[in-house]
């Protein structure tokens, strides 16, 4: 499940910028029920975008901005609750680590789903039975 994690420069601490993506990682897998699955696990990648506070808008005006954006099968999140646990944690995180003063308010977090069949790992495109099928390999 790629994580892509977007941040205005100056946003997070030095140490910040080093811890945010394991803990959102840890976050998403949690809010499932799935830390430590053999599956997943392994396939919550992404990467950490730090960009010039004069290249990040809100409301048309360059500010600070945090974006955690997750691309999850179509069976991800699949109630409030799990929805819930995740925005928040996510949001917690961010401001557990910045560096400065940054509103809640600029701190989005998004969901893309991706169609049935069309989630692919190492080449092998998985439909949302199999993707459930092999998280479920996963937890054995």
């Known amino acids: 499940m790629p994580i892509s994690i977007q941040v205005s420069k100056g946003l997070l601490s030095p ?5 945010v993506f394991p803990l959102v990682a840890d976050a998403l897998l949690r809010a499932h029920g799935l830390a430590g699955n053999r599956f997943m696990t392994p396939n919550v ?4 975008v730090v960009t010039s506070e ?9 500010q600070s901005l945090a974006i955690v954006e ?3 099968p179509a069976v991800t999140f699949p109630n409030a609750e799990v929805k819930q646990a995740f925005v928040a944690e996510a949001t917690n995180i961010i401001d557990r680590l910045k ?3 940054h509103p ?3 701190t989005y977090v998004n969901v893309t789903y991706a169609v049935d069949g ?3 790992i190492a080449g092998k495109a998985y439909s949302n039975t199999e993707m ?4 479920q390999r996963g937890a054995a």
């Open 45 to 48: 990648i992404g990467h950490l």
């Open 132 to 135: 459930g099928e092999a998280v």
């Open 70 to 72: 997750v691309k999850v």
């Open 118 to 120: 069309t989630w692919g």
């Open 54 to 62: 004069s290249e990040t808008y809100v409301g048309g005006k360059p």
């Open 15 to 19: 140490a910040g910028e080093r811890e």
């Open 104 to 106: 809640r308010e600029r």
């Open 99 to 101: 560096a400065g003063s």
